[in-house]
DNA sequence: CTCCTCTTGTGAATAATTTCACAATCTCAA
DNA sequence: TTGAGATTGTGAAATTATTCACAAGAGGAG
């Protein structure tokens, strides 16, 4: 009697998912202009990387293409959507309602890839209320009932260094187990939860240092 | 005659530099709590790398630390602001005065990076004038003087991803050679302009794909 | 149906990055 | 001054990521 296998077992470099936003925009760039069909040469043109590095990072994810013709834009659009968890909504609550926390609730990027910012939260209650017809910033202890309530699956930490570990465990005991880190620090969570970081600086000081190099000051 | 030496020759891989801002965070703590000498143990374990990644990264700059000791952190601290050219101030513009650019423009921790927001442009001439004391939106036309005037450095394009080839080429024009681009596109710019891709989505698409498949949905 | 052209998919080769493991050498104590 | 204990710095090994190069189809023309 065969199980269920697996999805997939295969592993992939950390890179090849964090170009797949790129493909993303292309392919519904493509979508609207209705070309029906692209080439990994096109395509890979167009993003920035190299054809076989386009080939090969689709290639973990199946044969999606077509010999001979390329990729049909449609098909490989829900691919991508499917492998980047896009085919639902993602809802997401942002703890912090400073200006970090605010700026990222109205973002307008969010909706396109399918992802949602349904709450704010913050200990401060000269915070607490609606924001817009949309938008609600909750007391933090409202954490666990809304995030059951609105269906949020990403907790964003837009807090301060020191508190960020705090609230952390709060996340975590509420039930969120993905968290979108931006407070400069490492968390210390259980293993079953899943912790991405942001660090907004290392793109400028990363200029700052080729600046540095390059021109010499 | 002996020509100058060039600065540094090695090579190192390119996350080395990412790695740095995590290393001076860690190593501004430990003199706030004035700890004068660490261990590549104790810092890395901090930052979350291993101990000899941390080594191997500092060693890519020199021998910076005491065998036998471990690292003076002011000194330290003082090697890696000359790396990341933080050594002096660095002065911004940000191109495109809409939400994602007032939200950098009043970010808070620029600041501890030598980082400086002088000014901000914009084509609508409604968002024109004072934004606060430090701060003033310009018409886009005045981009050459005032990068001039202000000793701006950094170009943050913060514009429509219809609006940022255009735009990049303003800037380039206006004299500037570092491009920190938030819009989703890839820029064609002359050789020797550095361009610094921001994408604000990549972290929590991965949030989102690592939720698809460990949590199946 | 066959041939020719085109472009994918993918093992193998190459390149880049990280980790290992230990010699070098510094500090401190006696 | 010497020896014990600690921790860096770094070639070499291991691992990970990218690129190459070509066989495997797909599609279209005749």
Redesign the pocket.
């Given at each position: 009697m065969p199980e269920r296998t697996p999805e997939e077992l295969v592993?992939?470099?950390?890179?090849?998912i964090s170009?797949f936003p790129l493909y993303f925009r292309a392919l519904t760039e493509y979508n609207h202009q209705n070309i029906g069909l692209?080439?990994?040469?096109?395509?890979a043109q167009k993003v920035g990387?190299?054809?076989?590095?386009?080939?090969?990072?689709?290639?973990?994810f199946?044969?999606?293409?077509?010999?001979?013709?390329?990729?049909d834009v449609a098909y490989l659009l829900a691919k991508i959507k499917e492998i980047l968890g896009m085919d639902r909504q993602r809802r997401l609550g942002i703890i912090g309602a400073g200006r970090m926390g605010m700026a990222l609730a109205g973002y307008s990027g969010f909706k396109q890839h399918g992802l949602e910012v349904l709450a704010l939260f913050d200990i401060d209650r000269a915070k607490w209320g609606p924001v817009n017809e949309q938008l609600t910033v909750f007391p933090l202890s409202e954490l666990a009932a809304q995030r059951e309530k609105l269906g949020l699956e990403i907790a964003v930490l837009t807090v301060p260094k020191a508190e960020a570990q705090k609230v952390a465990e709060l996340a975590v005991e509420a039930g969120f187990r993905a968290l979108w880190n931006f407070a400069p620090v490492r968390l210390e969570v259980p293993p079953e939860v899943i912790v991405q970081y942001e660090d907004i600086v290392v793109g400028v000081l990363t200029l700052s240092h080729h600046l540095a190099r390059k021109f010499g000051t």
């Amino acid at each position: 009697m065969p199980e269920r296998t697996p999805e997939e077992l295969v592993t992939f470099p950390k890179a090849t998912i964090s170009r797949f936003p790129l493909y993303f925009r292309a392919l519904t760039e493509y979508n609207h202009q209705n070309i029906g069909l692209v080439s990994s040469e096109e395509m890979a043109q167009k993003v920035g990387v190299t054809p076989s590095q386009l080939r090969k990072d689709l290639s973990y994810f199946g044969s999606l293409g077509i010999r001979g013709a390329g990729y049909d834009v449609a098909y490989l659009l829900a691919k991508i959507k499917e492998i980047l968890g896009m085919d639902r909504q993602r809802r997401l609550g942002i703890i912090g309602a400073g200006r970090m926390g605010m700026a990222l609730a109205g973002y307008s990027g969010f909706k396109q890839h399918g992802l949602e910012v349904l709450a704010l939260f913050d200990i401060d209650r000269a915070k607490w209320g609606p924001v817009n017809e949309q938008l609600t910033v909750f007391p933090l202890s409202e954490l666990a009932a809304q995030r059951e309530k609105l269906g949020l699956e990403i907790a964003v930490l837009t807090v301060p260094k020191a508190e960020a570990q705090k609230v952390a465990e709060l996340a975590v005991e509420a039930g969120f187990r993905a968290l979108w880190n931006f407070a400069p620090v490492r968390l210390e969570v259980p293993p079953e939860v899943i912790v991405q970081y942001e660090d907004i600086v290392v793109g400028v000081l990363t200029l700052s240092h080729h600046l540095a190099r390059k021109f010499g000051t």
